[in-house]
């Protein structure tokens, strides 16, 4: 042992002799400013900046909200008429049915039971039962702006998802009568500093694409900056990483949206009122006239107004729209 002890003296002083002639210390960190860095916040798959193309919904060119006359005799449910659209579904054996699971309290996923469930889904459960005396659903996901398209590439029967009827639309898709009238506000958080649309000028709203209510909200604050996600919880997730000040949409999305998150809060007036349809095929008239007849009679024995009740009572009384028929 008593050998080594010089090898190590000397080895002790060479390396005290390089520290010196390198001008390091054995007891500091380097000098100057500590390394920074910086991170973004991814944005949500589908997100898109930009003023949208307006969705036509002010200078309505037809009586939108009027739609076909029931028959004056309702099928049987199991019972379609030969050579209808419903006995179609009906040999199929089930009704697809265009939603998202998104849109608390409308169509979304029960997290206990795994169910779909909302007042749109109860929708299409009424149209089901109708046509197989069971629910038969098979369910689609699909964004707002993949809607119309569905319909057209007969990749589902119908769509019931908060689907506003507009003569711009009926170009495209048939439509029922109305089965909700929704109002369209904006939603923040408390001390934003945000009272209404028109604060938003220069600030950033997000809604989904295709929505109506960025041409409501564009008309009232024309400097707004529009972020478009493919659907609303995206727009909260944004919202909540102050990628965006404000969403704008439907009073019953919105109010899905403040049950998840309890600082944020709607302001403002109403943008103006949309009415709710289901989305059909054009050309599907028979279908169109069926599904007016069950929500007639939905409306009629009380489910229209116990749906209500369960999933909307949050935004105060609420009574079945108007329904007008033509031919």
Wanted: glycine share 10%; proline share 7%; net charge negative.
């Amino acid at each position: 042992m008593t050998g080594r002890r010089p090898a190590r003296a000397a080895l002790a002083a060479l390396l005290v002799l390089v520290l010196a002639l390198t001008g390091c210390t054995l007891d500091g960190a380097p000098h100057g400013d500590p390394p920074t860095t910086t991170a973004v916040l991814p944005t949500p798959p589908g997100a898109s900046s930009g003023v949208p193309a307006p969705i036509g919904i002010d200078a309505q060119t037809c009586d939108a909200d009027v739609s076909l006359r029931p028959p004056a005799t309702m099928p049987e449910p199991g019972d379609m008429p030969r050579g209808s659209t419903m006995r179609r579904i009906a040999d199929r054996g089930r009704l697809v049915v265009g939603t998202d699971l998104g849109s608390n309290p409308l169509s979304f996923r029960d997290p206990i039971s795994g169910d779909i469930e909302g007042f749109d889904v109860d929708v299409a459960h009424w149209i089901s039962d109708a046509i197989f005396g069971e629910s038969r659903i098979e369910y689609r996901i699909l964004s707002t702006g993949d809607r119309i398209r569905a319909l057209q590439n007969g990749e589902v029967d119908i769509v019931v998802k908060s689907m506003s009827i507009t003569c711009e639309r009926l170009e495209q898709v048939a439509f029922s009568s109305p089965y909700y009238s929704a109002s369209q506000r904006i939603l923040t958080y408390r001390g934003s500093g945000i009272r209404d649309a028109q604060s938003l000028n220069g600030k950033t709203a997000c809604a989904t694409g295709g929505a109506t209510a960025i041409t409501r909200l564009l008309k009232r604050a024309p400097e707004a900056h529009i972020v478009t996600t493919n659907n609303w919880s995206d727009c909260l997730v944004m919202l909540q990483q102050d990628q965006v000040d404000a969403i704008a949409g439907d009073d019953p999305i919105l109010a899905g949206i403040a049950a998840q998150d309890p600082q944020v809060q709607v302001v403002g007036e109403s943008l103006g009122y949309e009415n709710y349809g289901v989305g059909i095929p054009l050309g599907q008239n028979d279908l169109v006239r069926f599904i007016n007849g069950v929500l007639a009679e939905r409306i009629a024995d009380g489910s229209w107004q116990s749906s209500y009740n369960r999933w909307l009572s949050v935004l105060g009384p609420g009574y079945p729209p108007t329904i007008r028929y033509r031919d």
